[in-house]
C-alpha cells in the first residue's frame, strides 16, 4: 500500500482518516500534545514547528501523500496567542508544502470557512477571502503561501464537522448530546449558519482532493442550517426534547473573538467532481446508530 503521512493523528479530522483510510493507505500519523495509540496507524511524535524534525521524518517515512490537519484550530487559542498559533497554522503548513514540492507528492492542506467574513453566501473557491479572527487570517495566509510553494498542492476549505471524537477533540455534536444527556439547557444561535459534513464524509472528500485536486476546493455539506436548527435535529434524532435547545442571536451575545455569521459553502465543484454527502438526518442517524464509537 502507499504511505499516506497523516499530520495531526490525535485531532477530530486526522483521527477519522487513520481511522477511515488505513484500509487504503499505510497511514503514518504525527502527535504532539496529545499522543495516541491506533490500531494500524504508525504514530510518530513530533513537533511540526520544528523544521529540521520535519526533514527527519520526510527522509525515514518517505511518504507517497500527505494531509496536513494538524492545527492551533482554537480561534480563542489563537486570538491570544497569534505568534505561537502562526508557527503551526502558516509556518509549518508552507514547509510541509514544500517538502511535498521537492518530492512531487499529493499534498492536501486543510483550511477552514473561517477566512470568509459572513456577509456575502454562499461562497465559491475563487470568492475574496476576509477573515474576520486570527485564526482566519492565519488560514488564509497559509493557503496563499501553500499555493505559491507548491502550485499542486489541494487546498481544502472544511465547513463545520461532526461525528467520530478523538480523544483529544470532541464536536458539537458530543457536546450537545452530552448536554441533552445531563438534562442541561443549551442556547444556540439562529444567525449563525454552516454546510456541515460528518469526520467520515470529509474524509472521503480530503482522499478525492489528494488524488484528483490541484488548487482550491469546498468540502461542504449539501444544507445551509443554523447552529440552532441543528442542535434541535441532533436532539430529535437522539430521542431528547427539544424543549432543551433556546433560541439566541449572534448579534445579540457579546462574544470574546468575532465569528462570521453566514459561512455557507458552495461545494458545487467538489459535487461534480464525486464528492457526495448523506443529509445531515442521514449522517446523525447513522452516527446514532454505532453511537459505541462516539464516546
Known amino acids: 500500500m502507499k504511505k499516506l503521512l497523516v499530520t495531526g493523528a490525535s485531532g477530530f479530522l486526522g483521527w477519522n482518516i487513520c481511522t477511515y483510510?488505513?484500509?487504503e493507505?499505510?497511514?503514518?500519523?504525527?502527535?504532539?500534545?496529545?499522543?495516541?495509540?491506533?490500531?494500524g496507524v504508525k504514530t510518530i511524535r513530533i513537533d511540526l514547528t520544528k523544521y529540521n524534525d520535519l526533514k527527519k521524518v520526510f527522509r525515514e517515512v518517505e511518504p507517497d501523500g500527505v494531509i496536513h490537519t494538524a492545527a492551533a484550530s482554537r480561534p480563542e487559542f489563537c486570538q491570544s496567542h497569534p505568534s505561537e498559533s502562526n508557527k503551526i497554522n502558516v509556518e509549518a503548513s508552507v514547509n510541509l508544502a514544500g517538502f511535498c514540492s521537492d518530492r512531487g507528492i499529493p499534498f492536501a492542506f486543510t483550511s477552514t470557512d473561517l477566512v470568509f467574513d459572513g456577509k456575502h453566501a454562499p461562497y465559491r473557491e475563487g470568492d475574496p477571502v476576509n477573515p474576520v479572527n486570527v485564526y482566519g487570517e492565519q488560514k488564509s495566509r497559509a493557503e496563499?503561501?501553500?499555493?505559491?510553494?507548491?502550485?499542486?498542492?489541494?487546498v481544502c476549505r472544511m465547513p463545520m464537522m461532526f461525528g467520530l471524537s478523538s480523544p483529544a477533540y470532541q464536536t458539537f455534536f458530543q457536546q450537545t448530546?452530552?448536554?441533552l444527556q445531563r438534562g442541561r439547557e443549551l442556547t444556540l444561535f439562529t444567525d449563525e449558519f454552516r454546510t456541515p459534513v460528518s469526520g467520515y464524509t470529509a474524509v472521503k472528500?480530503?482522499?478525492?482532493?489528494?488524488?484528483?485536486?490541484r488548487g482550491i476546493l469546498h468540502l461542504g455539506g449539501r444544507e445551509r442550517i443554523s447552529r440552532y436548527d441543528f442542535?434541535?435535529?441532533?436532539?430529535d434524532i437522539s430521542g431528547y426534547t427539544v424543549n432543551h435547545v433556546h433560541a439566541c442571536r449572534q448579534k445579540d451575545v457579546k462574544l470574546r473573538v468575532p465569528r462570521a455569521a453566514d459561512l455557507t459553502l458552495d461545494s458545487s465543484k467538489a459535487f461534480a467532481m464525486g464528492f457526495d454527502?448523506?443529509?445531515?438526518?442521514?449522517?446523525?442517524?447513522?452516527?446514532?446508530?454505532n453511537h459505541h464509537e462516539l464516546y
Open 21 to 23: 483510510a488505513r484500509k
Open 25 to 39: 493507505y499505510d497511514i503514518f500519523g504525527t502527535v504532539f500534545l496529545h499522543p495516541v495509540k491506533m490500531n
Open 144 to 154: 496563499a503561501q501553500v499555493m505559491d510553494t507548491y502550485a499542486h498542492a489541494a
Open 177 to 179: 448530546v452530552s448536554a
Open 205 to 213: 472528500g480530503l482522499i478525492l482532493a489528494l488524488k484528483k485536486v
Open 231 to 235: 442542535g434541535k435535529l441532533i436532539a
Open 277 to 289: 454527502p448523506p443529509t445531515l438526518k442521514e449522517e446523525l442517524q447513522s452516527l446514532l446508530h
